[in-house]
């Protein structure tokens, strides 16, 4: 796994524990893609509005 | 976007922290050697990509352990292979719960029922025990309820 998509998966991962109030370790597929979309997309609007 | 992220994989730390817990399991004489805790991330790996989940952090194998290493049921022989089962039990019934429980409550509820209505049978556990108590989960029956019929 590379440098940039290391970090983006730590950023999801930080997000899963906030979904997840820090009481479940893991999330479905279904939820982790939602959430890797949802980072993607902030970056998209900050390099736009950058 | 490629889903290879996915398959979320912390390697070392992952395996120091799971050897490292033999220092709370090692009272009940119960230790994990190298090879064990390597095949029981890879069982891991496996029972996630079967059952569609993606694990951030230590993972839930440590507090599988602190749950269960005071058991009945549990001995130095039947050790890894009960700890690969019942991850396998915990990442079934975390999607057949639709993620109602937290963590601490399935394995929690797990335990119970390995104790006082399976005495260790992991089949009944999964196939019959659990089953019942996920289908409740599902209709609405608050989780207390569960643990205070457990304990009868």
């Known amino acids: 796994m590379d440098e940039q998509m290391d970090a983006l998966v730590k950023i999801v991962g930080k997000l899963a524990g906030k979904y997840t109030a820090g009481e479940s370790t893991s999330v479905t597929y279904e939820k982790a893609e939602q959430l890797m979309e949802a980072v993607l997309y902030c970056i998209r609007e900050a390099e736009e509005t950058g | ?152």
């Open chain 2, 1 to 152: 976007m490629d889903k290879g992220w996915m398959m979320v994989s912390e390697g070392k730390e992952q395996l120091s922290n799971l050897i490292a817990s033999n220092w709370i399991s090692e009272r009940f004489g119960l230790t994990l050697s190298k090879q064990d805790a390597e095949l029981i991330l890879e069982e891991r790996k496996n029972v996630l990509r079967e059952q569609r989940r993606v694990e951030f952090g230590e993972g839930i194998i440590p507090k599988i352990i602190y749950e269960f290493y005071d058991s009945d049921y549990i001995d130095q022989d039947n050790y890894r292979d009960t700890l690969i089962r019942l991850q396998e039990i915990f990442y079934l019934y975390k999607n057949e719960t639709r993620d109602r429980l937290t963590d601490e409550e399935l394995l929690h509820l797990m335990k119970e029922q390995f104790e006082y209505q399976c005495f260790g049978d992991l089949d009944e556990l999964a196939d019959t025990y659990l089953m019942q108590a996920a289908g409740a989960i599902r209709a609405g029956v608050p989780y207390d309820r569960l643990i205070q019929r457990s304990d009868i």
